[in-house]
């Protein structure tokens, strides 16, 4: 199947700096990505949806100032936490889907990001 | 807007026994995929199985094979001659096949397998 690679898979960082995460489809473009978070023992939770060319569109709760989204090409999207705190430590994972399957496509997941803020 | 439920926070099986994990979901969509995926430890999200609502018949892949209800909007999953590497989290998804939705999966709060030897 299709690879979808996260870096880095664990991150540490002191309150209040801004921290990259990438999302990258390494056989295949992918015109749609999603970012997903997880606290621990619970389920994925719809952060935003990543279009190439286009702003990202959040879901409702999700600060987009916050959480800066950057899909500048067909393998690579970007999330990037700003100004992290504590509260912001959690588990982030993205998918990615196949454009040529179109919407029928199966979603393909990256091995997803551990972020702590200190 | 769609939602799934996983009512057993936690699940455990003898290994070689078989386990059914349960989901339900709400939705006013007549057409749509759902899902189930597995988290193991290394919390990589694998796709177990996948059925489309348009088809009577339930999906299989080897000893995974789910049980879907549309009317009862039920989808569970069995998994047969359970193993040790089947222990995980378990999530039901789902997925319209509506084009605003752009592929979007919604998620159930996960079921927690374990197998014991």
Redesign the interface.
């Known amino acids: 199947g299709a690879v979808v690679s996260q870096h880095p898979s664990w991150v540490i960082c002191k309150s209040g700096t801004s921290v990259k995460i990438e999302c990258r489809s390494l056989d295949f473009q992918a015109t749609t990505m999603f970012w997903y978070r997880q606290f621990p023992k619970q389920s994925l939770m719809l952060m935003a949806t990543s279009n190439e060319g286009s702003k990202a569109t959040y879901e409702q709760g999700v600060e987009k100032d916050k959480f800066l989204i950057n899909h500048a090409s067909l393998t690579l999207s970007t999330l990037t936490v700003t100004s992290a705190h504590p509260e912001d430590s959690s588990f982030y994972i993205c998918s990615a889907r196949d454009y040529r399957t179109g919407r029928a496509g199966e979603l393909f997941f990256g091995e997803g990001s551990r972020l702590t803020v200190l | 807007a769609q939602t799934v439920t996983q009512s057993q926070p936690e699940m455990s099986v003898q290994e070689a026994e078989t386990v059914t994990l349960s989901c339900t979901y709400d939705t006013s969509e007549s057409d749509y ?1 759902l899902f189930w995926y597995k988290q193991p430890p ?4 694998i ?1 177990v199985i ?1 059925q489309e609502a348009y088809k009577q018949q339930n999906a299989t892949e080897n000893r995974f094979s789910v049980n879907f209800q549309k009317a009862a909007k039920s989808f569970s999953l069995k998994i047969s001659d359970s193993q040790l590497g089947d222990a995980a ?1 378990y ?1 039901c998804a789902y ?1 319209s ?1 509506e ?1 605003t939705s ?9 079921t ?1 397998l374990t197998v014991n030897p």
């Not at chain 2, 290394?42 to 999200?45: F, G």
Request: proline letters at 0%; hydrophobic letters at 25%.
């Open positions: 995929y290394s919390r990589q999200m796709l996948r989290m999530f997925r096949r084009e752009g592929s979007r999966l919604t998620f159930g709060e996960g927690q």
